[in-house]
């Protein structure tokens, strides 16, 4: 079946910490993965995307996520958060051909000033 | 340039009545997408238009739920008659390609009493 499953539903930090975000998923054949954010009272907005080649994608405001093909993995990082980061982050997989999108549960951060 | 736009922001019915969802996507975005989120769950694919025809519609519940995109423009999601489980966000994407950025709409609240 495919899935995508987020490790945390709820994540505090302090301004500073560093953020790592878990996400596995489930779905056979070539991937491609996404990462999108919510702001509060925002659209849902895509962070960043691995298609193919370097499975290290950089994206924006400061954020990375590293594919680990063997690990079915997609992890999201940041060094260092801001207050700003505060927000619900969903991890997706879709096939190569594009369109249907699987998401995961997302995760809600909140950064404390 | 205009975002997708959704309408309305918030719907509460009745079970049994009928609700019509309105989506507008990016003007020339041939790709349509509707997703929905019930209470924190995951975000879940329900059905990808490319202009007017539906290219993908497995991720519709039932047959309580219509879609249509007319003319390959602005799309509508009719629930009919509503059940208390229907109650969610229902987003809209858009796109430009199969394999281009999908922008989301702000959602449509529903509640179903």
């Known amino acids: 079946a495919q899935s995508v499953s987020q490790h945390n539903h709820h994540v505090i930090l302090s301004e500073a910490a560093s953020l790592e975000l878990g996400c596995n998923y489930s779905y056979g054949g070539t991937v491609n993965l996404f990462w999108y954010v919510q702001y509060p009272g925002q659209h849902l907005q895509l962070l960043l995307k691995?298609?193919?080649?370097?499975?290290l994608v950089k994206g924006i405001k400061g954020f990375e996520a590293e594919f680990i093909k063997s690990k079915f993995s997609f992890n999201l990082r940041k060094p260092s958060v801001q207050w700003s980061d505060t927000a619900e982050y969903f991890c997706?997989?879709?096939?190569?051909?594009?369109?249907?999108?699987?998401f995961g549960a997302g995760t809600r951060l909140f950064v404390k000033a | 340039e205009a975002g997708v736009t959704q309408f309305p922001s918030h719907s509460v019915i009745e079970k049994g009545q009928t609700v019509t969802l309105r989506c507008d996507p990016i003007s020339g975005h041939d790709n349509l997408y509707w997703y929905r989120r019930v209470m924190g769950k995951e975000i879940k694919f329900l059905l990808h238009?490319?202009?007017?025809?539906?290219?993908?519609e497995s991720g519709m519940p039932n047959n309580r739920f219509l879609a249509e995109r007319t003319g390959g423009t602005y799309s509508t999601l009719k629930v009919q008659p509503a059940e208390l489980e229907d109650s969610g966000v229902y987003f809209c994407?858009?796109?430009?390609?199969?394999?281009?950025?999908?922008?989301f709409g702000p959602g449509t609240r529903l509640t179903v009493l």
């Open positions: 994407a858009s796109s430009l390609g199969l394999r281009d950025t999908q922008y």
């Open positions: 238009f490319v202009k007017e025809s539906k290219q993908d």
């Open positions: 997706a997989v879709s096939g190569t051909g594009g369109f249907k999108t699987i």
């Open positions: 691995y298609f193919s080649g370097d499975p």
